[in-house]
């Protein structure tokens, strides 16, 4: 192999273009192209030049024989064959693709955490106000069974259906009532605790409706 088809070999094995091969000699491209074509021959010191940038020795750039391919197959990269893995090469374990996973499925899904939450506030919303009823209730009647049994009146009798207001405004104006009713304290318990309940209630459902509506947001954005 003569000496410009040499240059071209390697020029090409090195996977360099003629202009990358020049700036690294210190010549034009068009005297590269001429070392190529056989027109000119390059100077000494242009030569090892050349031979530092094809990573060879002047005797094999300009010996006749063949180029070295021997080594050039030695330092390639050599190919495994496939599902061959390298003894030092780090694996993704199962443990990092079941914790990849589960990151995607809450970024996708987590607004279905906030959806559970706000029905979780729905449903105290719903015991506080049953509670307040039930116990509203269930005090009502007790005063209307004390007031019917002379409890409130002394033994003041009204006619069936008088509200409770009404008896105790009679009994107010005869002296008769109690200065206050005998389940005040209880009752404002009962009350204040199905009260808490209610708002609590409220406040985790409108919070879950936001955290809902937040992460549906952000696990639908694009990247």
Do not use: C
């Not at 690294?24 to 021959?41: C, F, H, I, N, P």
């Not at 030695?74 to 990092?96: D, K, L, V, Y």
């Not at 104006?173 to 808490?196: H, N, R, Y």
Request: glycine fraction near 14%; charge should be neutral; hydrophobic fraction near 45%.
């Amino acid at each position: 192999m003569k000496l410009n088809e040499k240059i071209l070999y390697y020029r090409r094995a090195a996977k360099l273009s003629q202009e990358e091969l020049a700036a690294m000699v210190g010549v034009s491209r068009q005297a590269v192209s001429k070392w190529e074509l056989g027109d000119a021959t390059p100077e000494v010191d242009k030569l090892l030049a050349l031979a530092r940038a094809f990573g060879v020795t002047t005797d094999e750039l300009l010996g006749g024989g063949e180029p070295n391919r021997d080594r050039e197959e030695a330092e390639a990269p050599r190919e495994e064959p496939p599902g061959h893995t390298a003894p030092n090469a780090p694996q993704e374990g199962s443990f990092e693709k079941a914790t990849g996973l589960l990151g995607r499925l809450i970024r996708k899904y987590g607004w279905l955490a906030g959806v559970r939450i706000a029905l979780s506030g729905l449903g105290f919303t719903l015991v506080g106000v049953l509670a307040r009823w039930g116990f509203g209730a269930m005090f009502d009647t007790s005063r209307d069974m004390m007031s019917g049994f002379g409890g409130f009146g002394g033994g003041v009798e009204f006619s069936p259906g008088t509200s409770p207001e009404i008896q105790r405004a009679v009994l107010e104006q005869l002296g008769m009532a109690p200065a206050s009713s005998p389940f005040g304290g209880i009752e404002g318990f009962f009350l204040g605790f199905a009260t808490v309940i209610l708002v609590v209630g409220i406040i985790t459902m409108i919070a879950g409706v936001v955290l809902a509506a937040y992460l549906y947001q952000k696990g639908n954005k694009r990247p």
